[in-house]
């Protein structure tokens, strides 16, 4: 809750300080002075005062007229004073009774992105001020930063904002500046629309159902927030895994290929998480456990066995000579077998991306013939009834060849696009998998290769060593075999460490995904229907009391889709629609309109997240007839409330806004200009 407790504005020149104070109370307050005396700049000081003037528009102008930026003066016949200095405080107090008192100049003192602030209350009686603080606002962070007037603001009220999506994707939370239109009506441009109006230079996606969802304190609105925080937990998860899971295939890749962990993560994975890595033997893929234990193996027959000499190790070097050399005529064949099947697995690739490229834009072709035929066009028929586009002639049998097979219609061919495109994205899915597997096998026989032709070069040097030496195959196929079980020790490690963590990402994706199933539809709870519905009659009520004559009161409903006021007629075949409001009816009605929607929102029973405060300027637009006027006043402050205040500034005659008003309200009245010499 907020509501405003005193205004105060100066302008100062070189000879006098101009000024007003205007104290507030709960309930109703009206301001009342003749036109151009200065109503509308005591209420847009209060919105320049929070900070809140983007709410008005993008623009970063001072919303507020020349007396207090340029030269005042207290009589129309005066000569103006030029002002040097001005400023505008306001003291506002919050659901706690906690008051505090904001001022911020407008010109010739501090840069008015600054905004100061003292302990209240103590405005009217001119108290000390204590316990000051400064905040910044119209730059980045003010909403959220701690030194940000907005983010204290939020706090002061007892809002906690949500988080909205914006059109480039983005998060943001939802701005102050994108409520309070709801709050207060501008004069010039506040009363154009029934909503709002919101800016749109904010860039909030469906700004008017987020702010009405927020304001009501609607479940559906939670229910959604809720689910896209869900969905961005798990896409972020997903994302940590693919990137931990490219990581852990580094790794796997410098000895052999990585199975076992799917390319997202999966309750199956969270419950039996395994690891597997394979390497290629003898042209066959095995586990690395089998590779290490038949390494294990040779190296202890190798130990186990008296070291030759080269002399007695010639036959048996000589024939394995012979074998690794077949064996690398053997791998460079395969090699190049692979390299084959990868390029055609690569150009079949490609032709499925052109295949659905193509696809994609036969869809769009047909989907947009199916528009212009729901719309009425006659183009999209012509062929189908053999008439040229062009001319419109009658195409003869020569042109269009006589079959008796009749083509698809529009629907049933966009049917039979879609089944294509999804067979044609299956049949991609596996070539990628298939280039995939290609070039790991190529790796697994590369690395292969690599080692034979090492061993090759190693066995021509052993035979060539002195006779009497000790051969060196056996210590290099030792070292060799020793340094992969060091680089499987290291895989080994690298995959306890991933699987633990791949195992927590599954467990918290699984968590996420049964929290996402659970949360229902995007439907209004019980309370949201009732609350919609309470607006609803309430809004009828106050619009038949006003003189509304457009429609009858009771054909003025809500949209669920954002709150909007709609009309409920009947067509030509008498069915009921729903029709935009804003053309269907006067200008004078728009207004009443108006009036008794914000005038119910402020008093719709139940939990709700209204600030407590509506600020009406200049409610009597488009000479809108006194009796209506006089109404909206009577209903204002028909009901005074501690939690609730209306300010409204008008020009009506005085004696009938006291009559109209009564006791329950208060009435501020000036008879000349407001800002005077004080």
């Not at 000390?128 to 007037?149: C, I, K, M, T, W």
């Not at 190790?313 to 099947?341: C, F, H, K, N, Y």
């Not at 939990?607 to 000479?623: C, F, M, R, S, W």
Request: net charge negative; proline share 4%; glycine share 6%.
């Amino acid at each position: 809750m907020i509501h405003i407790t005193h205004l105060r504005l100066r302008a100062i020149t070189a000879d006098h300080v101009y000024g007003t104070d205007i104290p507030f109370e709960a309930g109703l307050n009206v301001v009342q002075a003749n036109n151009t005396s200065g109503k509308s700049t005591s209420l847009q000081a209060i919105i320049y005062a929070l900070g809140l003037e983007r709410a008005l528009g993008p623009q970063l102008d001072i919303p507020l007229p020349y007396a207090m930026r340029e030269k005042i003066h207290a009589h129309e016949d005066d000569e103006y004073e030029l002002v040097i200095q001005s400023y505008v405080e306001i003291e506002i107090r919050n659901h706690t009774g906690r008051s505090v008192v904001i001022r911020r100049d407008v010109v010739g003192g501090k840069d008015r992105r600054l905004i100061q602030t003292w302990a209240g209350p103590g405005l009217a009686a001119n108290r000390e001020r204590s316990n000051p603080h400064d905040y910044y606002v119209l730059d980045g962070g003010a909403a959220q930063a701690e030194d940000g007037f907005h983010r204290f603001l939020t706090n002061f009220i007892g809002w906690e904002l949500p988080m909205v999506s914006r059109f480039d994707g983005s998060e943001c939370p939802l701005y102050l500046e994108a409520i309070f239109p709801m709050l207060f009506v501008e004069q010039k441009r506040g009363w154009s629309t029934i909503q709002g109006p919101f800016p749109t230079f904010l860039r909030i996606q469906d700004v008017a159902r987020r702010v009405m969802e927020f304001m009501l304190d609607l479940d559906v609105g939670r229910i959604r927030r809720r689910r896209a925080e869900l969905r961005s937990a798990v896409a972020a998860t997903a994302q940590r895994w693919a990137h931990r899971r490219t990581a852990l295939e580094d790794v796997a890749q410098r000895i052999g290929r990585l199975r076992g962990v799917p390319q997202v993560p999966t309750a199956e994975f969270a419950h039996t998480p395994e690891i597997i890595l394979e390497v290629i033997r003898n042209g066959e893929w095995i586990t690395l456990n089998e590779a290490v234990n038949g390494a294990k193996a040779r190296i202890a027959e190798l130990e186990g066995v008296p070291i030759e000499s080269t002399e007695d190790a010639v036959p048996e070097m000589t024939s394995r000579l012979e074998v690794v050399r077949g064996d690398i005529d053997s791998l460079s064949a395969q090699l190049e077998a692979i390299r084959a099947e990868h390029n055609g697995e690569e150009q079949e690739r490609q032709a499925l991306r052109a295949r659905l490229q193509a696809l994609e834009a036969d869809l769009k072709r047909n989907q947009d013939a199916q528009k212009l035929k729901r719309l009425g066009s006659q183009l999209g028929r012509a062929a189908g009834e053999h008439v040229c586009p062009t001319c419109h002639q009658e195409v003869t049998g020569e042109l269009l060849p006589a079959i008796e097979a009749v083509g698809m219609g529009l629907d049933e061919n966009i049917a039979f696009v879609k089944s294509q495109m999804q067979l044609y994205r299956v049949a991609l899915d596996g070539v990628n998998r298939k280039v995939e597997d290609c070039q790991v096998r190529y790796r697994a026989q590369d690395e292969v290769l690599r080692e034979r032709q090492s061993e090759l070069r190693r066995l021509r040097q052993a035979i060539l060593q002195p006779s009497a030496s000790p051969s060196r195959i056996a210590i290099e196929e030792i070292v060799r075999l020793q340094s992969f079980l060091e680089r499987s020790n290291s895989f080994d490690e690298a995959a306890e460490i991933a699987s633990e963590e791949l195992k927590a990402m599954a467990f918290e994706w699984s968590r996420l995904q049964q929290e996402l199933k659970a949360i229902p539809a995007d439907e209004f709870s019980f309370e949201d229907t009732q609350k919609i519905n309470s607006l609803e009659i309430s809004i009828q009520k106050r619009i038949g009391s006003y003189g509304f004559r457009s429609f009858q009161p009771s054909e003025i409903v809500l949209s669920r889709e954002n709150q909007r006021p709609l009309t409920i007629t009947r067509d030509a075949d008498g069915d009921v629609v729903e029709k935009e409001i804003t053309f269907e009816v006067s200008a004078s009605d728009g207004i009443r309109l108006k009036w008794a929607y914000y005038l119910s929102m402020l008093r719709l029973p139940g939990k709700t997240n209204h600030a407590g405060l509506v600020i009406y300027d200049e409610p009597g637009q488009q000479e809108i007839d006194a009796q209506s006027l006089y109404a909206f006043l009577q209903d204002g402050a028909a009901e005074k409330r501690s939690d609730q205040q209306i300010i409204i500034s008008t020009s009506e005659p005085l004696p009938a806004v006291h009559k109209a008003v009564g006791l329950n309200g208060k009435v501020i009245s000036f008879s000349g200009f407001i800002l005077q010499p004080l």
